[in-house]
């Protein structure tokens, strides 16, 4: 039996291995007004993240503001939130409770906490004889050597857990029911994925291209690295833009035979799995059930933020609905297709607004989102989305940068509340923090910029061609 220590996974915390590294890079992941250190690497190490975080909470002074070892219990309306739209807020400390009023609320306890195991769905599982777990328990490979593995699911979890343990077990298989996209972190002359897909100019085109257009540069986009029909991974809704896996190494452990891809599970025995298609595979020691997450939010009152089949039904992904006073929001509950951290960062900036009286009120969505179009939003209404027209007749170099470069958080800082100085610096050195951490080895640079120049010209000309042909179609 391997050795789960209990005491490395808290109830009610999230839980990750210590192998894990954030899929979205450095600069597309930092706060508007702070940069990741030059020398950190482009994507990082969890530990690494950390130092992140203390350092912004030194910098900004915010370790007198946290409540550290402190359990919300409950948070419910004042007796006269009508007129005030206070809350009280229950907490417990060291076995003490305390109760506080409050004049606004943002509740930030994140939805990678409670495991979703559907262990119904896996008929058998109660016969079986090895070891089965959520990978919310899962931490180091250690203790799994020559042992055959069986990983459910296909998200970032089942792939990086698939590929750390099948170098040291005997055999991974990982069964999948839809499939999944899966792209490298290293994208385009070997910048990070996000700095070239999350610019203006991308975004621009896949919303004025025919969907049609779209769709199949996006297969061909996904199938460049490697065909995932040969692999097994093809998605079943291939233009579902469902969250892709962000492995470096899963193809390649594929192409090795140390994982295989499995259809879904249609029954277990005390030692063997039986697939959808047919196939068995015998003597499975360990069955990793990579299965997500759930949420729920036992502190509100019902209904105040209702949970069904994960879904909410929020305000613009923040505010419940129905509130007589919108003092209450829910931040970071969302799954863009980009960085979390610009994305809260902007709801903040956003709530605080509402809550000081500064905006109207308050929809049902999946947690989901439009990444730059979510963000833009956002920041238009704050009145901290840069206008590109009047900036390239005054700085046609930083219009032309925010357009076709990488859409990262600094522009949010360029104008109106929480305006940054630095912001502007921060967005023409964000190519030197990323190379910093890889110039170690001096070589003489050389420049290949006037060819992605052209072609970006040439793009622009292309998509100014198909947007008139498209007005035409109307
Ligand atoms: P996830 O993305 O929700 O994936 C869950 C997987 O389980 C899906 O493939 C889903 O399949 C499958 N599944 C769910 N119910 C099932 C059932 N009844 N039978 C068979 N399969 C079932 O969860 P996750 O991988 O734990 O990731 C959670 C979040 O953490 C994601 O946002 C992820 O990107 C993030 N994460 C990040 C990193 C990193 O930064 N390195 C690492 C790990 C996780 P279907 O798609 O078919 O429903």
């Given at each position: 039996?391997?050795?789960?220590?209990?005491?490395?996974?808290?109830?009610?915390l999230a839980?990750?291995?210590?192998?894990?590294?954030?899929?979205?890079?450095?600069?597309?992941?930092?706060?508007?007004?702070?940069?990741m250190?030059?020398d950190?690497?482009?994507f990082l190490?969890n530990?690494?993240?950390?130092?992140?975080?203390?350092?912004?909470?030194?910098?900004f002074?915010?370790?007198?503001y946290?409540?550290?070892?402190?359990?919300?219990?409950?948070?419910?309306k004042?007796?006269?939130?009508s007129?005030?739209?206070?809350?009280?807020v229950?907490t417990?400390?060291?076995?003490?409770?305390?109760?506080?009023?409050?004049?606004?609320?943002?509740?930030?306890?994140g939805?990678?906490?409670l495991?979703?195991?559907?262990?119904?769905?896996?008929?058998?599982?109660?016969k079986?004889?090895?070891?089965y777990?959520?990978?919310?328990?899962?931490?180091?490979?250690e203790?799994?050597?020559?042992?055959?593995?069986?990983?459910?699911?296909?998200?970032?979890?089942?792939?990086?857990?698939?590929?750390?343990?099948?170098?040291?077990?005997?055999?991974?298989?990982?069964?999948?029911r839809?499939?999944?996209w899966?792209?490298g972190?290293?994208?385009?002359?070997?910048?990070?994925?996000?700095?070239?897909?999350?610019?203006?100019?991308?975004s621009?085109?896949?919303?004025?291209?025919?969907?049609?257009?779209?769709?199949w540069?996006?297969?061909?986009?996904?199938?460049?690295?490697?065909?995932?029909?040969?692999?097994?991974?093809?998605?079943?809704n291939?233009?579902?833009m469902?969250?892709?896996?962000?492995?470096d190494?899963l193809?390649?452990?594929?192409?090795?035979?140390?994982?295989?891809v499995?259809?879904?599970v249609?029954?277990?025995?005390?030692?063997?799995?039986?697939?959808e298609?047919?196939t068995?595979?015998?003597?499975?020691?360990?069955?990793?059930?990579?299965?997500g997450y759930?949420?729920?939010f036992?502190?509100?009152?019902?209904p105040?933020?209702?949970?069904?089949n994960?879904?909410?039904?929020?305000?613009?992904y923040?505010?419940?609905p129905?509130?007589?006073?919108s003092?209450?929001a829910?931040?970071?509950?969302?799954q863009?297709?980009g960085?979390?951290?610009?994305t809260?960062?902007?709801?903040?900036?956003?709530?605080?607004?509402?809550f000081?009286?500064?905006?109207g009120?308050?929809?049902?969505?999946?947690?989901?989102?439009?990444?730059i179009d979510?963000l833009?939003?956002?920041?238009?209404?704050?009145?901290?989305?840069?206008?590109?027209?009047?900036?390239?007749?005054?700085?046609?170099?930083?219009?032309?940068?925010?357009?076709?470069?990488p859409?990262?958080?600094?522009?949010?800082r360029?104008?109106?509340?929480?305006?940054w100085?630095?912001?502007?610096s921060?967005?023409?050195?964000?190519?030197?923090?990323?190379?910093?951490?890889?110039?170690?080895?001096?070589?003489k640079?050389?420049?290949?910029?006037?060819?992605?120049?052209?072609l970006?010209?040439?793009?622009?000309?292309a998509?100014v061609v198909?947007f008139?042909?498209?007005l035409?179609?109307?």
């Amino acid at each position: 039996m391997i050795d789960i220590k209990q005491e490395d996974i808290e109830d009610g915390l999230a839980s990750i291995y210590q192998s894990v590294i954030t899929n979205t890079s450095k600069e597309m992941s930092c706060f508007s007004d702070f940069p990741m250190p030059e020398d950190f690497p482009k994507f990082l190490h969890n530990s690494k993240l950390l130092e992140y975080f203390r350092i912004f909470v030194k910098k900004f002074d915010l370790l007198k503001y946290i409540q550290f070892q402190t359990t919300v219990l409950s948070v419910k309306k004042c007796p006269d939130f009508s007129s005030t739209g206070q809350w009280v807020v229950v907490t417990e400390s060291n076995g003490k409770e305390q109760s506080a009023v409050f004049d606004a609320v943002m509740v930030c306890s994140g939805h990678h906490i409670l495991p979703h195991l559907p262990l119904e769905s896996f008929p058998g599982i109660q016969k079986f004889k090895g070891q089965y777990f959520h990978s919310r328990q899962y931490k180091h490979p250690e203790g799994f050597e020559r042992k055959r593995i069986l990983v459910i699911g296909i998200g970032n979890s089942a792939s990086d857990i698939a590929v750390e343990l099948s170098k040291k077990a005997a055999q991974v298989f990982i069964s999948t029911r839809h499939g999944s996209w899966v792209m490298g972190r290293i994208s385009e002359d070997g910048y990070p994925w996000d700095m070239v897909f999350h610019t203006c100019f991308s975004s621009m085109l896949r919303n004025v291209l025919p969907r049609r257009v779209v769709k199949w540069v996006m297969e061909q986009q996904m199938n460049r690295w490697f065909n995932h029909e040969n692999y097994g991974l093809m998605p079943q809704n291939k233009y579902l833009m469902k969250e892709p896996i962000l492995s470096d190494d899963l193809p390649s452990r594929i192409l090795y035979g140390a994982i295989k891809v499995k259809s879904r599970v249609k029954e277990l025995t005390e030692t063997s799995a039986l697939f959808e298609d047919g196939t068995v595979e015998e003597d499975i020691d360990v069955i990793v059930f990579a299965t997500g997450y759930t949420f729920s939010f036992p502190f509100l009152e019902d209904p105040l933020v209702k949970v069904e089949n994960n879904m909410v039904s929020l305000y613009k992904y923040m505010f419940p609905p129905h509130l007589e006073k919108s003092t209450l929001a829910c931040i970071g509950l969302i799954q863009p297709l980009g960085s979390i951290f610009p994305t809260v960062e902007l709801q903040a900036r956003w709530v605080t607004r509402v809550f000081k009286g500064k905006f109207g009120e308050s929809n049902s969505q999946i947690l989901q989102t439009s990444y730059i179009d979510y963000l833009d939003e956002l920041a238009l209404e704050i009145g901290a989305k840069p206008d590109l027209l009047s900036l390239l007749l005054k700085e046609p170099k930083l219009a032309v940068k925010l357009y076709f470069g990488p859409y990262n958080s600094y522009q949010y800082r360029l104008v109106g509340p929480g305006q940054w100085n630095g912001a502007r610096s921060a967005i023409f050195t964000q190519k030197q923090r990323i190379l910093k951490p890889l110039k170690t080895r001096a070589l003489k640079t050389s420049s290949n910029f006037q060819v992605s120049f052209l072609l970006k010209i040439l793009g622009l000309l292309a998509v100014v061609v198909a947007f008139f042909f498209q007005l035409q179609w109307f």
